[in-house]
């Protein structure tokens, strides 16, 4: 036999890692997307590199297992769960058509969440600014009133919306992992591709094509939206206005309009507007997920395996949709 080189010896051996501190809470799961491990702790989410996937070859004893934060939020934060903890559920090798590729399906869900994360704080970094601007209002002197102000305001908004075009387009190649890009792209233009394809394969009156037909028209104010701050012209602009004094004497709150011939809002209150979008994009999410899984399960044989909300009673982690199967009535929550 062969000794094994001190480099080998050590490499195999088991050992340990403490992964991120306590301020990140405690380890909740663990997720492999593309060979590559991710732990998931309360606060916050790390990617594990061990030595041998840094140097495969093992060139170098000294080589050290990393860590590498990725997100800054874990399983407290309702946004992982419904995203890349949903994904993590439905997205399994053997749940899905063998055609489906799962790992692939979990990283697009990833890159979703981070730019959702990422429009998130924009909104929320927003909220603060607005609490500490509004903190130091005082009452008029000598006919003279100070106006809170918001000077960065065209750069927040600009921010944000850059943030979930770029999350769209994440769902977009979501998509793309179930129905081909060409086949998309030949069907219609971006989001409006699924919706074509939806009509051409499932019924007419299957849900699916209705929430698909309502998550490309967000889309595509997203996108009109971005257009407008990238391209503005006289009929294709935004319209962001920080606090003002209104001739009724009263304080206005920063808004935002946008001009455009098919996706014309407001004007309304920047912090609603910002809010309401995520809202639009996480829901819009989770459920093309959900809605992907259904469409796309792979027959375990007799026993019939359906998506759908998982009974609250048997969730993990808050996760709302899973593969469930129905006993004589009684639903219970697969794996």
Known sequence: MTSKKSIDRIRESAGSITIGDTRDGI???????????????????YR????DEI????TRADIPNTQQLVINAGSDSEIV??????????????RLLSGVDFDAARLASLDILKDVIAANEVSQLYKSAKIAAESGISSPKNMSFKLP?????EARATTFIQKCDHAFQAIHKLCCIFYTEAEMRKAGKWLDGLVTLLRSRLETDDPFIEFAAALASVGKQVRNIRHCIEHPQKNQRIIVQDYRLTP????AEPTI??????????PEPFGAFMEGVVSQLLDGAELL?????SRNIESPGNIPVFVAEIPENQRRNGVRYGYLIDFGGSVSRLG
Do not use: C, N, W
């Not at 140097?55 to 093992?58: G, K, N, S, V, W």
């Not at 769960?81 to 053997?94: G, N, S, Y």
């Open 248 to 251: 009724t004497r009263e304080l």
């Open 55 to 58: 140097d495969p070859e093992r």
């Open 81 to 94: 769960r419904r995203i890349l903890l949903t994904a993590e559920q439905l997205f399994k090798k053997d």
């Open 289 to 293: 997920m959900a809605y992907l899984a």
């Open 257 to 266: 309009q946008v001009i455009h011939d098919t996706s014309a809002s407001g």
């Open 27 to 45: 380890i909740t799961g663990a997720i492999t997307i593309a060979d590559r491990l991710y732990i998931v702790k309360e606060k916050a989410i």
């Open 48 to 51: 594990i590199a061990l030595a």
């Open 149 to 153: 102000g918001m000077p960065d305001i």
